[in-house]
């Protein structure tokens, strides 16, 4: 019975150790949780690096679920008081997504510092200067069970008046280019009042042209409305004198007939008396051959 439980217990403790994180995968979780803890915690540029070192370790110890929180955590938060000022290790150990990043679940690892900050392809900042080199050369397995931080204390914990960490960096940086951007936007803004006032006065300008032509265009309307009553006017005084014109010319005179008359009778008289003359001579002749036959 007991060896059927060491062989269950054996069985276990390699299914767990086969689910140990690779390098790979220990060192970028270890570049995300330093890089948001060095955001957080303002560090500096060897607390960034120390950082990553420490998280690095620890993930890499990591491989049961009873070295989450065992000794390797515990090295890992005593090498975090050796290099953390005392208000940066107050928010770490505040901060449960960095006081204990890890843990089990479901069959596989889990990191809480995801549930804060879902974007996992998003940094604040570059990698540190020791991300390819560091091999786990300052763990306590490397340092004879001793922490490496412990005497360096002073190089890292430095006056909090002179401390400049990261994140003042960070926030400089994106300070300048909000002021940098904003004298750029303000620039375009006064070019383009510039750009709309010169528009404006055109624009005034082609108003005023226009209000020019269209007054021409109503004097000119004006002066062809007046053209037309005119011409109608002239049309309606010839059709006029036309007709009288007719009236006096076909309609005889009721004032003087007798001039009508006589002014008439003697062209008639004198048609009837040619025609006469020439009648009469045949007549004539007519008669007295007539005559001339009754005799005989």
């Not at 979780?29 to 998280?55: G, P, R, S, V, W």
């Not at 006081?99 to 540190?128: K, M």
């Not at 109503?218 to 309606?236: D, F, K, Y």
Request: include cysteine.
């Amino acid at each position: 019975m007991k060896r059927y439980i060491l062989s269950i217990m054996a069985m276990m403790t390699m299914a767990l150790t086969t689910n140990a994180m690779s390098f790979t995968q220990a060192q970028r979780e270890a570049l995300f949780l330093t890089d948001k803890m060095a955001y957080e915690l303002n560090l500096t540029d060897e607390q960034y690096d120390a950082c990553y070192e420490i998280n690095l370790d620890y993930l890499m110890d990591v491989s049961t679920v009873d070295d989450l929180y065992g000794t390797y955590w515990s090295r890992r938060n005593l090498d975090m008081s050796y290099i953390l000022l005392d208000w940066q290790l107050s928010v770490f150990r505040a901060a449960s997504y960095f006081y204990r990043p890890l843990y089990w679940s479901a069959g596989c690892w889990h990191f809480g510092i995801y549930a804060r900050y879902p974007r996992r392809t998003f940094f604040y900042f570059s990698r540190p200067t020791v991300y390819v080199s560091y091999r786990g050369g300052h763990s306590w397995r490397m340092n004879g069970g001793r922490s490496y931080y412990h005497g360096l204390r002073d190089h890292y914990r430095r006056p909090a008046d002179s401390h400049f960490g990261m994140r003042d960096r960070f926030n400089d940086r994106n300070d300048r280019f909000n002021r940098n951007n904003n004298n750029r936007i303000e620039r375009q803004n006064d070019r383009l009042n510039r750009q709309n006032d010169r528009l404006n006065k055109q624009n005034d300008r082609l108003n005023r042209q226009n209000d020019r032509l269209n007054r021409q265009n109503n004097r000119l309307e004006r002066q062809n409305n007046r053209i037309s009553s005119q011409n109608r006017i002239g049309r309606s005084d010839r059709s006029s004198s036309t007709r009288v014109t007719v009236n006096r010319d076909n309609t005889p005179s009721r004032t003087n007939p007798s001039f009508s008359r006589s002014s008439s009778s003697p062209s008639r008289s004198s048609s009837i008396g040619s025609r006469g003359s020439r009648s009469g001579g045949s007549s004539r002749s007519g008669n007295i051959s007539h005559g001339g036959s009754r005799r005989m």
